[in-house]
């Protein structure tokens, strides 16, 4: 990996060029991998609040987070983000960074829902989001009729593909496909991480974390009043280890290393979120 694609990780959160195909072995997770089409889970996040003490919350159950100082500001969008990095994924806490900002983008870009999800605990939105790339990238073969967005933070002939129902239908989780040169990196085992350049070997100890989690293995969103039967939905719950769920609430569970510490830390109502490591 050259000394570019480096500073394209520090600067969007350690992203690459390409993302190399993940794979098992016999010390390893099984970790979330197509099934039935070319779409696979590059990172997943969540709306916040407060993002420090979001922040805050995580870390006391033993997660290392990447430090505020190279966390992603989305300039034009009005959002920033604060990350946290495993082996195969990676959980950005999205909130408000400049609200004026943030509603300017909603007038240049209509179809998004950016307002409303950041809103969420008053208009009942699914505060949840799911990243997702695309093997072999062609936007032909994202399998939901789509939004193309693009912004100031994004390369300059990239953009980003939002599933357009989600946008309509603010109860469902926001679906969208980022392009190759934002996928994030992955590593089979923390031995690997070895392969992070000298001169960036800090970055390495952001994929270390005291509590022992190492990759996500399944996640679990639930949401309420949603119907399972749109084409993004279907497209979602075709990802192995990734499924979108009806329920009385907006609730993510997140399993790690498949759960072999046999823990688990429920967070709400301070968070939507319930951990298994």
């Not at 033993?62 to 195969?88: C, E, M, W």
């Not at 953009?159 to 603010?170: C, D, E, G, Q, T």
């Not at 000298?198 to 390495?204: G, I, T």
Request: charged content about 25%.
């Amino acid at each position: 990996m050259n000394r570019f694609n480096y500073i394209l990780i520090l600067v969007l959160i350690f992203s690459v060029l390409s993302c190399k195909d993940e794979k098992t072995d016999k010390n390893s997770t099984k970790i979330i991998e197509n099934i039935s089409t070319d779409l696979q889970l590059d990172h997943f996040n969540f709306w916040v609040e407060n993002p420090t003490k979001a922040k805050e919350r995580l870390i006391q159950i033993g997660f290392t987070s990447v430090p505020d100082s190279l966390s992603q500001i989305h300039k034009g969008q009005g959002t920033a983000g604060r990350y946290f990095n495993f082996l195969n994924v990676y959980l950005e806490l999205i909130f408000v960074y400049d609200q004026k900002e943030l509603e300017e983008n909603n007038e240049k870009n209509k179809d998004l829902d950016f307002t409303k999800r950041a809103n969420f605990k008053k208009n009942g939105a699914s505060p949840f989001s799911i990243a997702l790339k695309v093997k072999d990238y062609n936007i032909e073969k994202i399998p939901f009729e789509k939004v193309r967005y693009h912004q100031e933070w994004m390369d300059e002939n990239s953009s980003i593909y939002s599933a357009k129902n989600s946008k309509k239908h603010i109860e469902e989780p926001s679906i969208f496909v980022i392009y190759p040169e934002i996928e994030s990196d992955t590593f089979q085992t923390l031995a690997d991480l070895i392969n992070i350049p000298d001169e960036y070997a800090f970055a390495r100890e952001f994929y270390k974390h005291p509590n022992g989690a190492q990759k996500v293995s399944k996640i679990i969103i639930t949401s309420s009043n949603l119907n399972l039967n749109t084409e993004t939905i279907k497209a979602v719950n075709g990802i192995e280890n990734l499924t979108v769920k009806s329920g009385k609430e907006h609730v993510m569970e997140v399993h790690f290393d498949n759960d072999i510490q046999k823990k688990s830390f429920d967070l709400r109502p301070e968070l939507p979120l319930i951990i298994y490591l």
